[in-house]
């Protein structure tokens, strides 16, 4: 975020928000297994609420422009993460046991 000519960060040890959560989600269920990776990628995908700065009224701050466009590369790079987190929850729901339980308590049917 610029404000003047200062550029200030988030320190995310500090300060939390959906986004931070949701790459680190996706990011933990690239790395497990199962019913494991079948939450992560379904915690991740609960967080997606929409395009992010896509709502009517967003204030225009300089560091949401990208070029002549709002916000458009992180607006498709976040879509693309949204779309590949759905693809890769569908793959384990596939190849799961269909035995097998997440801790939502859903049974994920096979095939």
């Known amino acids: 975020m610029s404000v003047g000519e200062c550029v200030i960060g988030v320190n995310p040890d500090v300060i939390s928000s959906n986004v ?21 990628y379904e915690e991740a995908l609960a967080l997606y609420a929409g395009d992010l700065l896509g709502r009517a009224g967003m204030p225009n ?19 693309r993460m949204q779309r590949d987190a759905r693809l890769h929850l569908a793959d384990r729901r596939r190849t799961s046991d269909p035995t097998t339980r997440p801790a939502s308590g859903v049974l994920v049917p096979s095939g």
């Open 61 to 79: 701050y300089r560091w949401t422009y990208d070029s002549a466009h709002i916000a458009l590369t992180l607006r498709s790079d976040y879509q």
């Open 20 to 40: 931070h959560e949701f790459l680190e989600l996706l990011s933990c269920a690239r790395t497990l297994d199962g019913a494991n990776a079948i939450q992560a």
